[in-house]
Protein backbone atom coordinates (compact mmCIF):
# COMPACT_ATOMS: atom_id res chain seq x y z
CA UNK A 1 0.00 0.00 0.00
CA UNK A 2 1.63 3.21 -1.20
CA UNK A 3 0.59 6.68 -1.86
CA UNK A 4 0.80 10.29 -0.28
CA UNK A 5 -1.26 10.48 2.94
CA UNK A 6 -3.61 13.44 3.28
CA UNK A 7 -5.19 14.85 6.67
CA UNK A 8 -8.67 14.02 6.53
CA UNK A 9 -11.32 16.48 7.57
CA UNK A 10 -14.31 16.22 10.16
CA UNK A 11 -17.10 18.71 10.09
CA UNK A 12 -20.52 18.60 11.68
CA UNK A 13 -24.50 18.93 9.74
CA UNK A 14 -27.03 20.97 10.22
CA UNK A 15 -27.46 19.70 13.89
CA UNK A 16 -24.20 20.18 15.42
CA UNK A 17 -24.59 16.84 16.61
CA UNK A 18 -23.95 14.83 13.64
CA UNK A 19 -20.56 14.55 12.11
CA UNK A 20 -19.12 13.35 9.24
CA UNK A 21 -15.33 13.30 8.20
CA UNK A 22 -13.56 13.13 4.81
CA UNK A 23 -10.61 11.20 4.30
CA UNK A 24 -9.16 11.93 0.65
CA UNK A 25 -6.74 9.46 -0.62
CA UNK A 26 -4.93 8.93 -4.03
CA UNK A 27 -1.91 6.43 -5.37
CA UNK A 28 0.15 6.41 -8.13
CA UNK A 29 -2.73 5.00 -10.31
CA UNK A 30 -6.24 5.97 -8.26
CA UNK A 31 -7.58 8.48 -6.18
CA UNK A 32 -10.85 8.93 -3.93
CA UNK A 33 -12.17 10.16 -1.03
CA UNK A 34 -14.39 8.66 1.47
CA UNK A 35 -17.10 9.76 3.81
CA UNK A 36 -17.90 8.80 7.09
CA UNK A 37 -20.85 9.89 9.15
CA UNK A 38 -22.16 9.64 12.72
CA UNK A 39 -25.47 10.31 13.72
CA UNK A 40 -25.76 9.68 17.50
CA UNK A 41 -29.80 9.67 16.74
CA UNK A 42 -29.39 6.88 14.42
CA UNK A 43 -29.84 3.98 17.73
CA UNK A 44 -33.55 5.70 18.32
CA UNK A 45 -34.18 4.42 14.52
CA UNK A 46 -32.75 0.92 14.96
CA UNK A 47 -29.82 2.04 12.70
CA UNK A 48 -26.39 2.04 13.51
CA UNK A 49 -24.64 5.46 14.15
CA UNK A 50 -21.93 5.16 11.90
CA UNK A 51 -21.76 4.56 8.25
CA UNK A 52 -19.06 5.28 5.20
CA UNK A 53 -19.70 6.05 1.70
CA UNK A 54 -16.42 5.59 -1.02
CA UNK A 55 -16.26 7.42 -3.81
CA UNK A 56 -13.56 6.63 -6.62
CA UNK A 57 -12.52 8.61 -9.12
CA UNK A 58 -11.92 7.85 -12.82
CA UNK A 59 -8.44 9.55 -13.28
CA UNK A 60 -8.81 10.40 -17.00
CA UNK A 61 -11.36 12.19 -16.67
CA UNK A 62 -11.93 13.31 -12.71
CA UNK A 63 -15.35 11.85 -12.62
CA UNK A 64 -17.04 9.18 -10.78
CA UNK A 65 -16.27 5.76 -11.32
CA UNK A 66 -17.11 4.11 -8.24
CA UNK A 67 -19.61 5.07 -5.48
CA UNK A 68 -19.26 2.17 -2.66
CA UNK A 69 -21.69 1.58 0.57
CA UNK A 70 -18.58 0.37 2.75
CA UNK A 71 -20.52 0.83 6.39
CA UNK A 72 -19.46 -2.86 7.16
CA UNK A 73 -16.29 -3.20 5.23
CA UNK A 74 -15.07 0.01 7.39
CA UNK A 75 -15.46 -1.66 10.51
CA UNK A 76 -13.39 -4.74 9.86
CA UNK A 77 -10.70 -1.95 8.22
CA UNK A 78 -10.98 0.33 11.83
CA UNK A 79 -10.24 -2.92 13.41
CA UNK A 80 -7.49 -4.14 11.41
CA UNK A 81 -5.37 -1.23 12.05
CA UNK A 82 -6.00 -2.02 15.76
CA UNK A 83 -4.72 -5.49 15.03
CA UNK A 84 -1.97 -4.21 13.39
CA UNK A 85 -0.90 -1.89 16.08
CA UNK A 86 -1.30 -4.59 18.65
CA UNK A 87 0.38 -7.22 16.48
CA UNK A 88 3.50 -4.25 16.40
CA UNK A 89 3.24 -3.21 19.59
CA UNK A 90 2.03 -5.44 22.23
CA UNK A 91 3.70 -8.11 24.36
CA UNK A 92 4.23 -11.28 22.66
CA UNK A 93 2.25 -12.81 25.59
CA UNK A 94 -0.42 -10.77 25.96
CA UNK A 95 -3.66 -12.85 26.60
CA UNK A 96 -6.21 -10.65 28.79
CA UNK A 97 -8.45 -7.67 26.56
CA UNK A 98 -10.03 -4.89 27.94
CA UNK A 99 -12.29 -3.18 25.44
CA UNK A 100 -14.21 0.19 26.72
CA UNK A 101 -17.54 -0.06 24.74
CA UNK A 102 -20.57 -1.61 24.01
CA UNK A 103 -21.26 -0.08 20.77
CA UNK A 104 -21.14 -1.66 16.91
CA UNK A 105 -17.57 -1.24 16.59
CA UNK A 106 -16.38 -3.24 20.04
CA UNK A 107 -17.01 -6.80 18.67
CA UNK A 108 -15.01 -5.89 15.39
CA UNK A 109 -12.05 -4.59 18.00
CA UNK A 110 -12.42 -8.01 19.75
CA UNK A 111 -12.46 -10.56 16.83
CA UNK A 112 -9.44 -8.41 15.14
CA UNK A 113 -7.30 -8.63 18.19
CA UNK A 114 -7.89 -11.79 18.70
CA UNK A 115 -6.72 -13.11 15.86
CA UNK A 116 -2.83 -11.52 16.46
CA UNK A 117 -2.90 -12.34 20.23
CA UNK A 118 -3.78 -15.85 21.85
CA UNK A 119 -6.84 -14.05 24.01
CA UNK A 120 -8.25 -15.78 27.07
CA UNK A 121 -10.78 -13.19 28.47
CA UNK A 122 -12.04 -10.29 27.26
CA UNK A 123 -13.35 -7.57 29.80
CA UNK A 124 -15.98 -5.06 28.62
CA UNK A 125 -16.72 -1.98 30.29
CA UNK A 126 -19.77 0.18 29.46
CA UNK A 127 -21.45 3.38 30.57
CA UNK A 128 -24.14 0.96 32.57
CA UNK A 129 -23.63 -2.55 34.02
CA UNK A 130 -26.21 -3.73 31.93
CA UNK A 131 -24.71 -2.43 28.60
CA UNK A 132 -21.87 -4.32 29.95
CA UNK A 133 -23.09 -7.44 30.37
CA UNK A 134 -25.67 -7.13 27.46
CA UNK A 135 -22.05 -6.75 25.18
CA UNK A 136 -20.32 -9.68 27.32
CA UNK A 137 -22.67 -11.95 26.16
CA UNK A 138 -23.01 -11.53 22.91
CA UNK A 139 -19.26 -11.88 22.51
CA UNK A 140 -19.43 -14.95 24.50
CA UNK A 141 -22.06 -16.50 22.20
CA UNK A 142 -19.67 -15.78 19.70
CA UNK A 143 -17.02 -17.77 21.08
CA UNK A 144 -15.17 -15.16 23.76
CA UNK A 145 -14.60 -15.66 27.31
CA UNK A 146 -16.03 -12.43 28.55
CA UNK A 147 -17.36 -10.86 30.96
CA UNK A 148 -18.44 -7.12 32.11
CA UNK A 149 -16.02 -5.11 34.19
CA UNK A 150 -15.79 -2.06 36.06
CA UNK A 151 -12.97 0.17 34.54
CA UNK A 152 -10.23 -0.07 37.38
CA UNK A 153 -10.55 -3.55 37.47
CA UNK A 154 -10.22 -4.02 33.52
CA UNK A 155 -7.21 -1.75 33.71
CA UNK A 156 -5.76 -3.74 36.45
CA UNK A 157 -5.74 -6.87 34.64
CA UNK A 158 -5.40 -6.09 31.40
CA UNK A 159 -2.12 -6.89 28.85
CA UNK A 160 -4.41 -4.71 25.84
CA UNK A 161 -7.16 -2.12 26.50
CA UNK A 162 -8.97 -1.05 23.33
CA UNK A 163 -11.17 1.72 23.45
CA UNK A 164 -14.02 2.31 21.06
CA UNK A 165 -16.44 4.75 22.44
CA UNK A 166 -17.98 8.53 21.71
CA UNK A 167 -16.21 9.57 24.71
CA UNK A 168 -16.39 13.92 24.43
CA UNK A 169 -13.82 15.33 26.55
CA UNK A 170 -16.10 17.83 28.52
CA UNK A 171 -16.37 14.26 30.37
CA UNK A 172 -14.24 12.44 32.43
CA UNK A 173 -11.75 10.17 30.57
CA UNK A 174 -12.48 6.70 30.79
CA UNK A 175 -10.22 5.66 33.22
CA UNK A 176 -7.18 7.05 36.03
CA UNK A 177 -3.91 7.07 34.10
CA UNK A 178 -2.38 5.59 37.34
CA UNK A 179 -4.73 2.51 36.58
CA UNK A 180 -2.89 1.41 33.72
CA UNK A 181 0.11 -1.36 34.43
CA UNK A 182 3.80 -0.73 32.84
CA UNK A 183 3.49 -3.23 29.97
CA UNK A 184 0.18 -2.25 28.52
CA UNK A 185 -0.56 -1.81 24.96
CA UNK A 186 -3.53 0.69 24.27
CA UNK A 187 -5.31 1.15 21.36
CA UNK A 188 -7.55 4.53 21.35
CA UNK A 189 -9.97 4.13 18.29
CA UNK A 190 -12.72 6.59 19.42
CA UNK A 191 -10.87 9.99 19.32
CA UNK A 192 -11.11 11.19 15.50
CA UNK A 193 -12.52 14.65 15.75
CA UNK A 194 -12.52 17.86 17.65
CA UNK A 195 -13.81 17.53 20.66
CA UNK A 196 -13.62 14.07 21.36
CA UNK A 197 -11.54 12.16 24.40
CA UNK A 198 -11.25 8.87 26.00
CA UNK A 199 -7.70 8.50 27.36
CA UNK A 200 -6.00 10.96 30.35
CA UNK A 201 -3.78 13.50 29.19
CA UNK A 202 -1.67 11.90 32.26
CA UNK A 203 -0.70 9.21 30.67
CA UNK A 204 1.10 10.04 27.88
CA UNK A 205 3.72 11.40 30.35
CA UNK A 206 3.83 7.73 31.06
CA UNK A 207 3.94 6.22 27.47
CA UNK A 208 5.48 5.82 24.10
CA UNK A 209 2.92 7.23 21.82
CA UNK A 210 1.93 5.65 17.84
CA UNK A 211 -0.10 7.08 15.39
CA UNK A 212 -1.52 7.12 11.95
CA UNK A 213 -0.54 10.53 10.74
CA UNK A 214 1.34 12.73 13.46
CA UNK A 215 -0.61 15.94 12.11
CA UNK A 216 -3.90 14.28 11.72
CA UNK A 217 -3.06 12.95 15.55
CA UNK A 218 -2.50 16.32 16.81
CA UNK A 219 -5.88 18.23 15.06
CA UNK A 220 -8.23 15.15 15.60
CA UNK A 221 -6.64 12.01 18.11
CA UNK A 222 -6.14 11.45 21.55
CA UNK A 223 -2.72 13.52 20.86
CA UNK A 224 -4.36 16.98 20.90
CA UNK A 225 -4.42 16.50 24.89
CA UNK A 226 -0.81 15.44 24.59
CA UNK A 227 2.15 17.39 25.91
CA UNK A 228 3.73 19.67 22.87
CA UNK A 229 7.19 17.94 23.58
CA UNK A 230 5.92 13.99 23.11
CA UNK A 231 6.80 12.24 20.84
CA UNK A 232 4.25 10.79 17.91
CA UNK A 233 5.72 7.95 15.51
CA UNK A 234 3.49 6.55 12.54
CA UNK A 235 2.88 3.23 13.13
CA UNK A 236 3.66 2.56 9.13
CA UNK A 237 7.76 3.44 10.42
CA UNK A 238 7.48 1.10 13.06
CA UNK A 239 6.04 -1.65 10.08
CA UNK A 240 8.62 -0.82 7.48
CA UNK A 241 11.51 -1.02 9.87
CA UNK A 242 12.33 2.83 9.89
CA UNK A 243 11.40 3.06 13.55
CA UNK A 244 11.56 1.45 16.66
CA UNK A 245 8.24 -0.03 18.31
CA UNK A 246 8.46 -2.01 21.49
CA UNK A 247 11.62 -1.70 23.12
CA UNK A 248 10.89 -3.28 26.56
CA UNK A 249 8.78 -5.32 28.12
CA UNK A 250 7.30 -2.27 30.74
CA UNK A 251 6.99 -0.12 28.20
CA UNK A 252 3.38 1.21 27.54
CA UNK A 253 2.82 2.07 24.11
CA UNK A 254 -0.16 4.15 23.17
CA UNK A 255 -1.99 3.87 19.39
CA UNK A 256 -3.80 7.38 18.61
CA UNK A 257 -5.85 6.21 15.44
CA UNK A 258 -7.92 8.23 13.37
CA UNK A 259 -7.75 6.41 10.05
CA UNK A 260 -6.30 7.51 7.14
CA UNK A 261 -7.87 7.74 3.49
CA UNK A 262 -5.43 5.71 1.89
CA UNK A 263 -6.52 2.81 3.42
CA UNK A 264 -10.06 3.17 2.57
CA UNK A 265 -8.76 3.28 -1.17
CA UNK A 266 -7.18 -0.18 -1.10
CA UNK A 267 -10.02 -1.48 0.98
CA UNK A 268 -12.14 -0.08 -1.94
CA UNK A 269 -9.70 -1.26 -4.90
CA UNK A 270 -9.96 -4.90 -3.31
CA UNK A 271 -14.01 -4.88 -2.52
CA UNK A 272 -14.08 -4.32 -6.42
CA UNK A 273 -11.12 -6.58 -7.12
CA UNK A 274 -13.26 -9.48 -5.23
CA UNK A 275 -16.05 -8.25 -7.65
CA UNK A 276 -14.00 -8.27 -10.93
CA UNK A 277 -14.22 -4.99 -11.46
CA UNK A 278 -11.16 -2.97 -12.55
CA UNK A 279 -11.20 1.00 -12.67
Not at 43 to 67: I, K, M, T, W
Not at 163 to 189: E, K, V, Y
Request: hydrophobic share 45%; net charge negative.
Amino acid sequence: MDGPVFPSLAVHGSDPRNRFSLKPSASATHAGVKIGTYWPGNSERGLPRHHSVLLLFDQSVGRLAAVLEVGTANAYRTAAADALAVDLLARPDATTLAVFGTGHQAAYEVRAVSRVRPVTEVLVVGRTAGRAEGAAAALAAQGHRARAAGAEEACALADVVVTATATRDDTPPLFDASWIRPGTHLSCMGADAPGKREIPPELFTRARVFCDLPEQARRLGESRHAPADTVLTPLGEVLTGRAEGRTAVGDITVFDSSGIGVQDLYLGLALLEKMDISL
